[in-house]
């Protein structure tokens, strides 16, 4: 994973290998002439006393930047605010970078926090929930629709829509609106419970049954419930294929062959009448 950043501007830009395994020009900049984009505000800032931030400091002395930060064309960075900080830290006079439209920051913060190792899956769609306050919004009145009986399956649907756009269950999803929304109404409780959630020392279930004393039920799954838990990750699986290569896809290609002849014939129809 670790390359040298290039020593000299030689040419006006060089190449990387992307996430999408796609050659993409970077370019070389100033680290001093960077700055954080605004919504990174919202992410929380590493702790330089952690032992994981050392040895993450450590890694970018030894093998210096590997992935290009993201930035805007105001040279604001959107992805690799960590490696940023790392970079100035240990000395570093240029990083890479990848210059993308302004617009698309939100979604490449947000696939950076639910790809981050360091967080929980909660933790990560709680922060991320900061950076889309429409689902936050959305959620609490599906919530008021259910309370009051009304609309409760499209309430569902949308609620699961919600959850397939970050890759998660409706149910952490749910969990998640719900601390966010506690969090923000009470800071009190927010100063005692987000560092814990952050650290992975609680999750979100544990803080609602704490709080909120919410006991979810035990729910027997039946088979139409692992069919649909099955689905979703198909459809993962769909918005991955952008990120395969000639030879990934291939071989995707090969699996998927074997798997759809087994299924029963309604499903390898393009349609059910």
Not at 52 to 61: C, E, I, K, L, P
Not at 191 to 216: D, M, Y
Not at 246 to 259: H, I, P, T
Request: with cysteine; hydrophobic share 45%; net charge positive.
């Amino acid at each position: 994973m670790n390359s040298k950043v290039p020593p000299a501007r030689q040419k006006p830009a060089a190449f990387c290998q992307s996430a999408s395994n796609t050659l993409r020009a970077f370019d070389v900049r100033d680290v001093n002439k960077l700055s954080l984009h605004p919504l990174q505000s919202r992410i929380p800032s590493p702790d330089e006393n952690s032992p994981a931030w050392a040895a993450f400091v450590g890694s970018v002395r030894q093998h210096s930047i590997v992935q290009p930060l993201v930035i805007t064309p105001d040279a604001e960075i959107m992805d690799g605010g960590w490696r940023w900080r790392a970079a100035k830290q240990v000395g570093l006079q240029s990083v890479p970078v990848v210059v993308r439209p302004k617009e698309e920051a939100v979604s490449l913060m947000v696939s950076s926090l639910l790809n981050r190792k360091t967080l929980t899956r909660g933790a990560a769609v709680y922060l991320a929930l900061g950076l889309k306050p429409d689902l936050v919004s959305g959620a609490a009145a599906r919530r008021a629709a259910n309370l009051s009986g009304k609309n409760h399956r499209l309430s569902e649907l949308l609620l699961c829509d919600a959850a397939n756009e970050f890759g998660v269950s409706a149910r952490l999803m749910d969990d998640a609106v719900r601390v966010f929304k506690m969090f923000k109404n009470k800071p009190d409780l927010r100063a005692k419970f987000e560092p814990p959630l952050l650290a992975g020392e609680c999750g979100l279930g544990a803080i609602l049954k704490t709080v909120c004393k919410v006991n979810r039920p035990i729910k027997t799954k039946t088979a139409l419930d692992r069919m649909a838990r099955i689905f979703t990750a198909l459809a993962r699986c769909g918005r991955a294929w952008d990120n395969l290569n000639r030879a990934e896809r291939g071989r995707a290609l090969q699996l998927w062959r074997k798997v759809i002849i087994t299924l029963p014939v309604e499903f390898q129809k393009p349609s059910i009448s």
